[in-house]
């Protein structure tokens, strides 16, 4: 049972726009939410994270939302540049530090 | 500050050899978590171990895969008798512990069953 979903396997942006990667989850008791990204042939690399408390974190290029009543969580990237080409997961922690992931997103942004 | 360290990178096994993957977390991090990612899908949480404690399993099957995490060394993701379904890649991630929860991965090992 996939607990936190990424629908959209794979996404292609232009360079210099807005990249968005969505992610839902069905389990309400998730209390922090990360985002990795991925290279080939290399371990997940964190990106940014929020709290369940929060409704959205903003760091640099990257904003990720939390829409609780919705269970839904968004990764905003902008301006989109050729080096985010790479696949992307979504993560949720459950109390007592049990993660899950989602099956990933590969972003292309295309120069 | 050395990042995650994992080794092998590369593992190949004949099918019932028994293959060893080990984890080295970063200094000063007390948890350890395996995961398994499969060709095209993503990543499933194996087992959350913290030192000389296995705190999660849930995620493991239940034969032939075993973890350890001693209070001296590497944690140790051991599979017995590997069967090709077993060959994927394996990635470990170390963690400070709460409240933080960020997870820091290893470059993973890719396993290969002949």
């Known amino acids: 049972d996939q607990q936190v979903k990424q629908n959209s396997p794979s996404l292609s942006v232009q360079e210099g726009r807005i990249s968005i990667l969505n992610c839902d989850y069905t389990?309400?008791?998730?209390?922090?939410f990360l985002w990795y990204k991925k290279y080939p042939a290399e371990g997940p690399t964190f990106l940014i994270s929020?709290?369940?408390?929060?409704d959205k974190n903003e760091d640099g290029r990257f904003t990720v939302f939390l829409n609780k009543s919705a269970k839904h969580l968004s990764l905003h990237i902008v301006p989109s540049q050729p080096g985010d080409s790479a696949v992307y997961f979504c993560?949720?922690?459950?109390?007592?530090?049990?993660?899950?992931f989602g099956t990933g997103t590969s972003l292309t942004v295309i120069p | 500050n050395a990042g995650v360290m994992q080794n092998p990178r590369h593992l190949v096994r004949r099918r019932g050899q028994e293959a060893r993957l080990r984890c080295s977390p970063m200094?000063?991090?007390?948890?350890v978590y395996w995961y398994r990612q499969l060709p095209e899908e993503g990543l499933k949480f194996m087992v959350y171990?913290?030192?000389?404690?296995?705190?999660?399993e849930s995620g493991m099957p239940k034969e032939r895969f075993s973890a350890e995490f001693p209070k001296e060394g590497p944690s140790i993701l051991r599979i017995q008798q590997v069967v090709r379904g077993d060959s994927a890649a394996y990635f470990c991630a170390s963690s400070p512990g709460t409240p933080v929860g960020t997870q820091y991965f290893g470059p993973g090992t890719r396993l290969t069953v002949l």
């Open positions: 929020i709290s369940s408390i929060k």
């Open positions: 993560a949720a922690r459950r109390t007592g530090n049990q993660f899950y």
């Open positions: 171990l913290q030192k000389e404690n296995i705190i999660d």
């Open positions: 389990n309400s008791m998730f209390d922090y």
């Open positions: 200094k000063g991090h007390s948890h």
